[in-house]
């Protein structure tokens, strides 16, 4: 059977132009402006790391941020402690408590951001870390902030840090716990934000004063890694 010949569409009025098709040849739906979509675009995914952004930039407002918070100052004080103070080093462990560091590049970017605010911030730091530690898909992982310099006075930083905690992530209590080996003071409390629970830990010596958040957990349970994980992320030489 021959196919007609010719134009396959109709001829338009003079200085009309022919209406637009859809793929495929055939014409919008009915009572659908031409040029309109046939479907709504669906919305993006939103990012598995947005919670977690929330929370590194509140911790960047209390370590960094915070007007007098963090403030270092060579001072003539008992010989040993400053001694020990000028040794001291923080760094960020390939493994914190068994926990591998994180290489999502989302997260590694907000690691590195920490890091230069708090370089950019702290008066005379002698060394700074901040990563990301363990898997969030399986509600596994840790966040640290620290820096190291000689403090004038490490409760009044303590003080400090955990009156922005309180503001930031709101933590309404913070109580004490074992330092460990290293001394100085430290606290423990549970915050939230964006509806996901926090165990939060300070801590400040002579010589460094740093935050491990632990996501998804209980301050209990932040509690009862704070000494190995402290002790794995600050060094005295």
């Known amino acids: 059977m021959s196919q007609p010949s010719g134009n396959p569409y109709p001829q338009q009025p003079y200085g009309e132009q022919p209406a637009p098709q859809q793929p495929g040849g055939y014409p919008p739906p009915a009572g659908q402006p031409y040029g309109a979509p046939s479907a709504a675009p669906l919305p993006p995914k939103k990012s598995k790391a947005g919670k977690i952004v929330l929370i590194v930039l509140a911790v960047v407002l209390v370590l960094c941020l915070g007007g007098a918070a963090i403030t ?14 000028t040794k001291t080093r923080v760094t960020a462990p390939a493994t914190l408590a068994g926990r591998k560091q994180v290489t999502d590049p989302e997260l590694t970017k907000l690691s590195d951001e920490l890091v230069a605010d708090m370089k950019s911030t702290v008066q005379n730091e002698t060394s700074t870390a ?13 966040m640290i902030a620290a820096a190291s310099g000689v403090l004038a006075d490490p409760k009044k930083e303590l003080d400090d840090a955990i009156a922005g905690l ?54 209990k349970e932040a ?6 994980m402290r002790g794995q992320i600050e060094q005295r030489s």
């Not at 990563?131 to 509600?139: H, S």
């Open 166 to 219: 309180k503001t930031q992530l709101t933590v309404q209590e913070m109580t004490a716990t074992e330092p460990g080996p290293l001394g100085g003071e430290a606290r423990c409390g549970d915050g939230k934000t964006a509806g996901m629970p926090l165990g939060v830990c300070v801590w400040a010596d002579r010589g460094s004063l740093g935050m491990i958040v632990v996501f998804f957990k209980s301050a």
């Open 130 to 142: 901040g990563a990301f530690y363990g898997d969030a898909a399986k509600q596994d992982l840790v």
């Open 223 to 228: 509690e009862a890694e704070f000494v190995t």
């Open 72 to 85: 270092w100052f060579a001072v003539k004080d008992e010989v040993g402690d400053v001694v020990d103070a």
